[in-house]
């Protein structure tokens, strides 16, 4: 008579999980997420320490702020969306909700930054629907961890 042991955590996830293709496209949108906050803290910095960098016309850009404004703000959203891509690695669903939520606010901020750097915010903006793709796609796998 064999006696059933309950499995270690280890042997529950290399167990047959039924992990799908979405798994890849998870670890995607956690690694983007680390590398556009990344970016916007160095267009923040950039925004801050060299203010004639960024050439507007003479509408200006979309919400009137001085670029030490902007420099704060691209920083504070870089560390915080870095921060939600980390988070992301967990495969927790506050972690899903939150990406989801600071891509939108990311896509928004790039809109609103369009007039002083246009290719470099339509990159963002693009970059921005593919993680929310990722994560809101994503199976039924619960982490991302394969161990």
Not at 13 to 35: E, H, K, P, Q, S
Not at 60 to 82: E, K, N, P, R
Not at 99 to 109: D, E, G, K, N, R
Request: proline share 2%.
């Amino acid at each position: 008579m064999a006696t059933h042991e309950p499995m270690t955590e280890r042997e529950r996830f290399n167990a047959d999980t039924g992990r799908t293709g979405w798994y890849g496209w998870v670890v995607f949108a956690a690694t983007i997420m680390v590398l556009l906050g990344v970016f916007h803290a160095m267009v923040g910095l950039v925004a801050l320490f060299q203010e004639d960098y960024f050439v507007v016309g003479a509408t200006g850009l979309m919400v009137s702020v001085d670029y030490t404004t902007w420099g704060w703000t691209h920083i504070i959203l870089g560390l915080v969306v870095a921060g939600a891509g980390a988070a992301l690695t967990t495969g927790a669903m506050w972690a899903r909700i939150v990406t989801v939520v600071l891509s939108i606010i990311s896509a928004m901020v790039n809109l609103a930054f369009m007039a002083a750097y246009p290719l470099w915010s339509a990159i963002m903006i693009t970059v921005n629907i593919l993680v929310i793709f990722a994560v809101t796609a994503h199976g039924s796998r619960d982490e991302v961890n394969p161990y």
